[in-house]
């Protein structure tokens, strides 16, 4: 068999057909990632926005609590009259007369009348109840002892 002459140009063979290597992605793919990627974070963002939420509620929460320890210790400490009181979804601590703190939330807060702690740290107890779009919470203060309590409804 006779061999043919090849007509090179530039050493590549114009009678040999190009064969082009794929290199990099398609359009296609690319649209096809994005997508899928949107579809994925569409999903789990509704998912973490209200578990943050949440945790941003309980960590106010806790704050009230620690703040009734505290001021039914110095009450006891500092011989004064410690009130826990709630005005415009806002609990206010005072001690003496000052108000040592004030809490706000977004929902609403329930607390009949006033938390009074004796100079002596002692309350008749009571119970405050957060509510949130989603989640009810209650405070409950002991009579005597003080203790304060979480419960979820």
């Known amino acids: 068999m006779p061999r043919t002459q090849c007509k090179c140009v530039r ?10 290597k794929k290199k990099g992605f398609t ?3 690319v649209i096809l990632v994005v ?7 569409s999903i789990i963002y509704p998912f973490s926005i209200n578990m943050l ?5 309980k960590k106010k929460i806790l704050e009230v609590i620690v703040s009734i320890s505290d001021l039914r210790r110095r009450s006891f400490s500092d011989f004064k009259i ?13 001690l003496g007369g ?10 609403n807060i ?3 009348g006033e938390i009074v702690f004796n100079k002596n740290g002692v309350s008749k107890g009571r119970e405050i109840v ?15 002892t003080g203790k304060v309590s979480l419960i979820r409804l």
Request: aromatic share 10%; proline share 5%.
């Open 110 to 112: 329930r607390l009949p």
């Open 98 to 107: 000052k108000t040592l703190k004030k809490i706000c939330f977004k929902g």
């Open 27 to 29: 359009r296609v793919e």
């Open 130 to 144: 957060f509510q949130n779009p989603g989640s009810v919470y209650k405070v409950k203060i002991e009579k005597l």
């Open 53 to 57: 939420n949440r945790q941003k509620e």
């Open 11 to 20: 050493g590549i063979d114009i009678n040999r057909p190009l064969i082009m």
């Open 82 to 94: 410690g009130i826990i009181s709630a005005r415009d979804n806002c609990l206010i601590f005072t």
């Open 35 to 41: 997508f899928l990627v949107l579809l994925i974070f």
